[in-house]
């Protein structure tokens, strides 16, 4: 929540885009699949995969304290 005396930040464009607009100036379309969300090489491995999961939950343990 604002208070009164805190100023909202500027967007870079004075021009509004609606959410759908956007959506047909990109041509994003539906995921189809999850298949297609799956990256198999995204980690190098096994343990880079590990380490990234312990640093993901250690975080989420701090926000919630």
């Known amino acids: 929540m604002t208070s009164s005396t805190e100023q909202l930040p500027e ?10 607009d956007l959506v047909r100036r990109q041509g994003v379309r ?14 190098e491995s096994d ?12 975080s989420r343990r701090a926000g919630a304290a």
Do not use: C, I, M, N
Not at 11 to 20: D, K, L, Q, R
Not at 47 to 58: M, Q, V
């Open 30 to 43: 539906p995921v189809a699949s999850v298949d297609d969300l799956a990256r198999p090489d995204l980690f």
């Open 11 to 20: 967007w870079p464009t004075a021009e509004h885009v609606s959410a759908g």
């Open 47 to 58: 343990d880079e995969l590990d380490d990234f999961l312990a640093d993901l939950y250690a």
